[in-house]
Nanobody, 119 residues
Framework: QVQLVESGGGLVQAGGSLRLSCSAS????????MGWFRQAPGKDRDFVAT????????DYADSVKGRFTISRDSAKSTVYLQMNSLKPEDTAIYYC????????????WGQGTQVTVSS
């Protein structure tokens, strides 16, 4: 099992930036890829971005391409989500998730961090 703790959320005006961090501990050697998801009030949780442990093949939801960047620091077992040009529709709880080898899907989740973008 992998424990995940997100931080960096907050209130920002439209057009502003935030950087989210996700610190991982536990069986991090078992992790194949890490991802960010978000859930707005009354909506389903949606995929935002993902990156493999090797740093290859970052992928993004169409809604954030060109504005968000996912990255990782292996030495710190931390994954980041740099969010630029934020829009009110980016307001959501952002969750970090880990997918272990053989799991087939994300199987460990953080508690989430709130991001609020004011217009």
């Amino acid at each position: 099992q992998v424990q995940l703790v997100e931080s960096g959320g907050g209130l920002v005006q439209a057009g502003g930036s935030l950087r989210l961090s996700c610190s991982a501990s536990g069986r991090t050697f078992d992790v194949y890829k890490m991802g960010w998801f978000r859930q707005a009030p009354g909506k389903d949780r949606d995929f935002v971005a993902t990156i493999t442990q090797s740093g290859d093949s970052p992928d993004y939801a169409d809604s954030v391409k060109g504005r968000f960047t996912i990255s990782r620091d292996s030495a710190k077992s931390t994954v980041y989500l740099q969010m630029n040009s934020l829009k009110p529709e980016d307001t959501a709880i952002y969750y970090c998730a880990a997918c272990s080898y053989g799991a087939g899907n994300y199987n460990d989740w953080g508690q989430g961090t709130q991001v609020t973008v004011s217009s």
